[in-house]
């Protein structure tokens, strides 16, 4: 859950593992994708929520990075989900994520989860704790 | 999120993919272990938030499944984590998942994720939807 | 929690004590106000969190309300609020609720809680069970 | 949602309109109780799920109040409820409180919120933000 400033060009392991791919990102909001391969389910064979959880968390890590001041980082503190729909395999989920608040010490993320048909699958809220050199740890 | 009744033969793919084990089962109390793998972790190199929840995800559905009548199915309908700790590459993450509410048409449970030095890392409260065969879809 | 089907006359005996004053409402929109009195502060005099809470749970059921089939029911199941500023004693705070999800057996709805000046305060979103009269209870 | 540092003497305005009171304060674990009140209900008449919500919240603050060090304070900055089953009018409700991690920059509070038959009503977990004086705001 702690996280370095990441580059473009680094993706983190898990992110990797799991496929996502980042097709926008600016300090506002971040758009990704996500094939959903038949090891990212759960049976039937739709999207797991765990990897629902976890498209959304990574996204909006990479949303709160792109706001960090110069040598801060952040880290996870919360976050809450809601499900609505199944994302089938062999399909594409899609993620964007905004800004409910971004503040010194905590931003805040929502990122919406859809399927291929445009229905919303999924809404994912988190807390970013933002770290400073100057502060300790949370 | 949709989940039929498993066998403790069926493992889901994700579960799989990620190396999950089932220690114990019981109706009030389910166990697992998660190996923390490097591509399992964000950087620096510590497990990912998404497979912190992804893992409480599956032994709340676990726990759920020793609880349906028969011809029941479950479904994730939200979940929240609370992130305190992070948990090394190289170390073994352990879950203990504990019912708040076991009822007719809802199961809610809690589960706590501790680190190899016992340290609380996340807890996990999610509900489980419970449909039976004579209910539609939620 | 467990609701009754309210008509436009009946208001909900806490929703009067807190002084919540209904808007307009639709199917898929519901808009409050509430006047920050002294006795719904906490120190310094801002509005209670607690307070912030009851509003929305109160006019996310008066959404869901607006959609219940005849003879239906409603309860919260569960809630979850971000804070983000705090409302003084002698603003009027907003709410704006709309759904994120309207099905059969569960409705999701998102509240944004505002400021005087327009600021947004607070996001709440919640899951009502919607209970007909031939199921049993949760 | 912003507090200062409560003295015993000293309850929040909202706390006192509600009428809750503190049976016990220890770092580790606050005790309260709730009788509910007409106007403290729903319809029907059962304790309103925003009035469980302001207990806990309440509790969690005094919770937070009780580890603070000298001149910080302390704000809920997210808070988040399963309800398990109703509370009725007359009934005194019950709160236990009891950390889940106690930080430098947060503190994060369980309370199990119980009927006058010991039933679990509702389980809350909320974050508190600690602010010391050489910080700013969150």
């Known amino acids: ?35 959903v391969r038949e090891d990212l389910c759960t049976r039937p064979a739709v999207l797991h929520g765990g990897a629902v959880m976890a498209f959304a968390d990574t996204v909006g890590a990479i949303a709160t990075v792109e706001n960090l001041p110069a040598g801060a ?36 993320w929502q990122t919406r989860i859809m399927r291929g048909d445009g229905r919303l699958a999924a809404v994912v809220i988190q807390t970013q704790m933002v770290t400073t050199p100057k502060d300790g740890s949370a």
């Open 1 to 35: 859950m702690v996280r370095s400033v990441m580059s473009t060009e680094q993706m983190l392991p898990f992110a990797e593992l799991l496929g996502i791919k980042i097709l926008s990102k600016a300090p506002d909001r971040v758009e990704a994708e996500l094939f």
């Open 73 to 108: 980082w952040t880290t996870t503190i919360e976050s809450k989900t809601n499900f609505f729909a199944a994302i089938a395999a062999g399909e594409t989920a899609r993620a964007e994520c905004m800004p409910l608040h971004r503040g010194r010490t905590t931003m805040v």
